[in-house]
């Protein structure tokens, strides 16, 4: 039986749930997604924070003496919030930051669109990849294990009991930066490794025959070589989605240690 029950109390408990809950949502893979409506996202968050209001046991009332220690406790929930789904959005990161490399590497990197999850202009390869990941999480179910983070969240860090350890969330945060090199150029090296061995063959050949442009028909040949690459290495996408959601896992628990 499902008993719902009005006061001041319970309504700033319920405010507190949904600052974390909209902040996470704000930022989150797929679910903060900039081509997802914000009325989507504000219903979404209202319902979710309706759920886990449920769920979540209140261990003590709110205590504040003024509006601005309130102001204090409604910031650290949603940076609590904001900093969660930061660590779970790492995906996103890594495939944009791969996709450049490769546009670089095969000659698309001046070919950019407009990528409306995004809302920035964003190269071809990028933005493909993006889409595959987000499909992969869909797929895998990783959207329910990020839900499931984020209700957990609140047994190790309750409401106002947020403890910010600025060490350890920097050293995630350089591990964050560290991973993105890694398993970006994991993503990247295919491509750079076929387009270092084209790069010596074309300048064995400047040599051998210097009548003819190599620059006009390298340009071409590294594109439909990129493009046979990406088309080969296509099956080889569910590892790497399976590094980047093992990767989101340990960057999410990482961030949730930093704040208890």
């Known amino acids: 039986m499902i008993n719902y029950e009005f006061s001041l109390y319970t309504f700033e408990y319920f405010l507190m749930i949904l600052v974390r809950v909209a902040s996470f949502v704000y930022i989150a893979p797929f679910f903060g997604m900039n081509n997802t409506p914000n009325r989507v996202k504000v219903g979404f968050s209202a319902c979710l924070a ?3 209001y449920q769920v979540v046991d209140p261990k003590e009332t709110l205590v504040y003496s003024g509006v601005i220690e309130f102001a ?11 900093l969660i789904g930061f660590a779970a959005n790492i995906c996103n990161s890594i495939v944009v930051f791969s996709g450049k490399v ?3 590497e095969i000659g698309l990197a001046m070919a950019n669109m407009f990528d409306p999850t995004t809302k920035t202009q964003s190269g071809l390869t990028g933005t ?5 990941i987000m499909m992969l999480l869909i797929v895998t179910n990783m959207h329910h294990y990020i839900l499931r983070a984020l209700a957990d969240t609140y047994q190790v860090i309750p409401i106002n009991d947020t403890v910010f ?7 995630t945060m350089t591990m964050f930066m560290t991973d993105i090199m890694v398993i970006g150029f994991r993503i990247v090296l295919p491509v750079f490794a076929c387009n270092m061995i084209l790069s010596c063959i074309l300048g064995i ?12 028909v390298g ?3 590294k594109i439909l070589m990129g493009l046979g690459i ?3 290495t296509i099956v080889l996408l569910p590892d790497i989605a399976g590094f980047i959601f093992d990767e989101m896992k340990r960057m999410i628990v990482s961030m949730i240690e930093g704040m208890y």
């Not at 493909?128 to 595959?132: D, I, R, T």
């Not at 350890?165 to 050293?171: A, I, P, V």
């Open 50 to 52: 309706i759920i886990l």
């Open 72 to 82: 204090i406790i409604v910031l650290k929930e949603g940076i609590t919030g904001l």
């Open 102 to 104: 490769i546009d670089m």
């Open 128 to 132: 493909m990849y993006n889409y595959f």
């Open 165 to 171: 350890d600025w060490t350890h969330l920097m050293g």
């Open 205 to 216: 050949m400047a040599k051998v025959a210097p009548q003819m442009n190599m620059f006009a």
């Open 219 to 221: 340009m071409q040949i």
């Open 230 to 232: 990406m088309f080969l």
